[in-house]
């Protein structure tokens, strides 16, 4: 349990505002996670992602794999949506019922004009259900967990600008009436 302190105590509080900016990096956090966590969960914590593998894996952390969950049903929901709206197929593994919180939450999502916007209102819907599924117990493994799916979210997240997706966008679009000179 102190070991577990000394690690959590150490952890600087990740802003709300995207705006700001980290006050820790992921090589720091993993630096001092390696002196305090033992070589199963640290594994555990290397792999982590926030796109969760297509088909239903058990991670050992109930906290994971309530996440992983929810991110794979949301990315199956996302999927359908945007392929129906493009009139193509799109399969969604069988044995999967998405709840209706996750339906609305993307086709709110698949709502906003603007790419960034979607994916904003995206990381705050993630970062939701962060906060409503981390574990009451702040020395834990799965607190952990949280705080580095967090950090990963905070880190995506600012890595989007709308100038950035403008430049994006026309360079894909150029490449298209190349291709259609051809």
């Given at each position: ?110 709502g906003y004009e603007s790419p960034l916007e979607a994916e904003l209102f995206l990381n705050k ?33 600012r890595t989007f600008s709308e100038e950035a997706g403008q430049a994006s966008y026309r360079k ?11």
């Open positions: 349990m102190s070991s577990w302190y000394y690690l959590i105590s150490q952890l600087p509080a990740l802003p709300e505002d995207n705006t700001q900016p980290l006050p820790i990096s992921e090589e720091y956090f993993y630096d001092l996670c390696s002196r305090f966590m033992d070589k199963k969960a640290l594994k555990t914590l290397e792999t982590l992602s926030l796109e969760p593998p297509r088909k239903k894996v058990r991670t050992g952390s109930a906290f994971l794999d309530t996440f992983y969950d929810w991110e794979r049903s949301l990315r199956f929901m996302l999927g359908t949506i945007r392929a129906q709206r493009m009139k193509k197929d799109f399969t969604v593994d069988e044995g999967i019922d998405i709840p209706s919180e996750i339906v609305q939450t993307a086709r709110t999502a698949c819907a993630r970062a939701e259900l962060l906060n409503r599924i981390s574990p009451s117990d702040a020395f834990s493994t799965d607190a952990v967990f949280a705080y580095a799916l967090s950090l990963k979210l905070g880190k995506r997240i894909i679009y150029d490449q298209i009436l190349e291709n259609r000179a051809i």
